[in-house]
């Protein structure tokens, strides 16, 4: 007998999700009133139009098999992702001056990922309740669909983790807590408490309350959006010291940051990713630093030395929190460019704000190719790849050694497409390369010629959009959607 796909729990799933945007609308709407917009309309009828038909949706599938297979997780995650960032673009539409349906989905799509792509050039002219919208879907974004979906859904019980194994992905199963909602409830509170932090430091720097809640939003997620013309350049270095901080404390495993303000404190310094992470931004920055300061010419001046320091650090935690925030808005030298794009692939740590390959895998990739170096020339010696003093398996290893491939071939590949959309390739390798990490925003500054995103076509918005959502979730559960198998099993 076949097992097909539990469509009717996915819809029943779909409702609750509906409603919970119905809630979620009412914040910008709140902010359209605020400052007497005409958008804040547009956010209520989202908000009524949302309830009513997730209202329908619950009721039509009450009667649903609770069951939730690992199979089913794959597939409602994958869909989940596609549907609710088009119920995410609704808003935009109203902005009929400067998007289309497609520049509305590209928007949507870039926030909730947390990619940090935009089509907006000018943002004096954008309603107030629209820019914090874009903000509000990356700090959603940033957490997952999936983690609102098992707080507000009880009834899935034991069967959730099939949803956070597929969103959340750990070499270790073992969690901070010992139910999965707890565990949730912790992650999100955490998240939180890094946000009002954030919040308070920048509202203590004098930045004004609509700017300081957008740009915590964007930083605590690593989303990367602006909200000013001129971007972070207009505000003191201390501003920019602040949202650096954020930044490299968002790459951070959450799992960690509980550690940290526990009594498990030695934990954290015991993992090996967290060793990577530090490493990784401390030698990068110190190399892109030089690179800066030989730029100017190896000048004395004090302010010269500081501003190559701040620059190059600014810039890798950035790229390895997969923010993407700019430090100016210029096109980086090659150099720079080439070396951030590097800094992209491994992201930052597991169960993190940043996406990326992360810093686990990289870690476990690179210490596989030295024991299979050392097997080569000690092909009788017994010699184990170990994470935080535990052996992989070589299981685990194939599995990370398959997304890595996956990984790379679809960027590849989305470079090529671009490249075949009108784009020229050295542009299209680095957007590319930007957006399969979710770090879209800071693309423009690595191209060759301060690349736009409103000069590409829709089909390169589409690749785009594709390379977005590869990036932010898990590439099995993606491609699961692409399964036949997956939708009907004998």
């Not at 139009?49 to 690992?70: D, E, H, T, W, Y």
């Not at 954008?126 to 879907?137: C, D, H, N, Q, Y």
């Not at 940033?142 to 956070?164: E, K, Q, T, W, Y």
Request: contains cysteine; proline residues 2%.
């Amino acid at each position: 007998m076949a097992q097909r796909f539990n469509y009717k729990l996915f819809l029943y799933i779909m409702g609750t999700m509906l409603i919970f945007f119905s809630v979620v609308f009412i914040a910008p709407a709140v902010v359209g009133f605020v400052y007497l917009e005409v958008t804040s309309w547009v956010f209520v009828y989202c908000s009524v139009s949302c309830f009513l038909v997730g209202i329908l949706l619950k009721a039509c599938n009450s009667q649903r098999k609770p069951f939730l297979s690992k199979r089913d997780g794959k597939l409602t995650i994958g869909l989940v992702w596609l549907l609710l960032p088009l119920v995410g673009a609704l808003p935009y539409t109203f902005l009929t001056s400067q998007f289309s349906v497609l520049d509305s989905i590209f928007e949507s799509f870039s926030g909730f990922t947390t990619t940090g792509s935009t089509l907006l050039t000018c943002y004096s002219n954008v309603p107030k309740s629209i820019l914090f919208w874009r903000a509000l879907t990356q700090w959603i974004g940033c957490l997952g669909f999936i983690f609102f979906l098992i707080s507000l859904m009880p009834s899935l019980r034991n069967d959730a983790h099939n949803f956070f194994d597929s969103e959340l992905y750990s070499i270790n199963a073992n969690k901070v807590k010992p139910h999965l909602r707890a565990t949730i409830y912790m992650i999100f509170i955490i998240y939180l408490l890094i946000s009002v932090i954030c919040l308070t430091a920048l509202l203590i720097a004098k930045m004004d309350v609509f700017n300081a809640i957008c740009y915590t939003f964007s930083t605590v997620s690593t989303g990367g959006f602006m909200f000013n013309d001129g971007g972070l350049a207009v505000f003191p270095h201390y501003v920019r010291a602040i949202l650096m901080i954020t930044m490299f404390i968002s790459g951070i495993s959450y799992y960690l940051i509980y550690y940290l303000i526990t009594s498990k404190r030695r934990n954290i310094f015991r993992d090996d990713q967290v060793k990577v992470y530090f490493k990784v931004v401390i030698y990068a920055s110190i190399i892109l630093s030089l690179y800066f300061y030989f730029k100017t010419g190896f000048s004395s001046n004090i302010h010269t030395i500081i501003t190559s320091i701040n620059k190059g650090f600014f810039y890798v935690v950035s790229a390895v929190s997969t923010t993407g925030f700019s430090y100016s808005s210029q096109v980086l030298p090659l150099f720079a460019a080439v070396f951030i794009v590097f800094l992209m692939f491994p992201g930052g740590c597991t169960a993190s704000s940043a996406t990326g390959l992360k810093i686990m895998r990289v870690t476990i990739l690179s210490r596989y190719t030295t024991a299979a170096i050392k097997r080569l020339i000690f092909p009788h010696a017994i010699i184990s790849v170990r994470y935080n003093n535990v052996a992989i398996k070589d299981d685990s290893v194939n599995i990370i050694f398959g997304f890595f491939f996956l990984y790379l071939l679809i960027c590849i590949l989305g470079a090529s497409l671009l490249t075949i959309c009108g784009i020229n390739f050295d542009d299209g390798v680095m957007i590319a390369a930007a957006n399969i990490n979710n770090v879209g925003s800071l693309g423009e500054e690595i191209s060759s010629t301060f690349f736009s995103y409103v000069a590409i076509n829709n089909p390169a918005k589409v690749i785009l959009i594709i390379l977005m959502i590869t990036g932010k979730l898990e590439i099995y559960s993606f491609f699961a959607l692409f399964s036949r198998s997956m939708w009907s099993r004998r």
